[in-house]
C-alpha cells in the first residue's frame, strides 16, 4: 500500500503545463508533470546534505 503524502502542490505553468509535486512521511518527492512525453536531460543527485539536487527534463516528441 502507498504512503500518503502529506503535502501536496499544483503548479500552473504560463504555457498551460502542470506540475504536481508530492512530499512524503519518508521525506520522498514525486513530480507528475502533464503534456508527456519527456525525457532525463540532466540529473545531479550530491550525497551530500546540504548539497542540492537538480533533475532536468525536456519535452520530446514520440518517435514515429
Known amino acids: 500500500m502507498a504512503s500518503t503524502a502529506t503535502f501536496v502542490e499544483t503548479v500552473d505553468l504560463p504555457d498551460g503545463r502542470r506540475i504536481r509535486i508530492r512530499l512524503y512521511p519518508d521525506r520522498s518527492i514525486r513530480f507528475q508533470l502533464s503534456d508527456c512525453p519527456y525525457v ?3 540529473c545531479y543527485l550530491s550525497g551530500g546534505a546540504k548539497d542540492p539536487a537538480v533533475i532536468k527534463l525536456a519535452p520530446r516528441q ?3
Open 62 to 64: 514520440p518517435r514515429t
Open 40 to 42: 532525463l536531460e540532466e
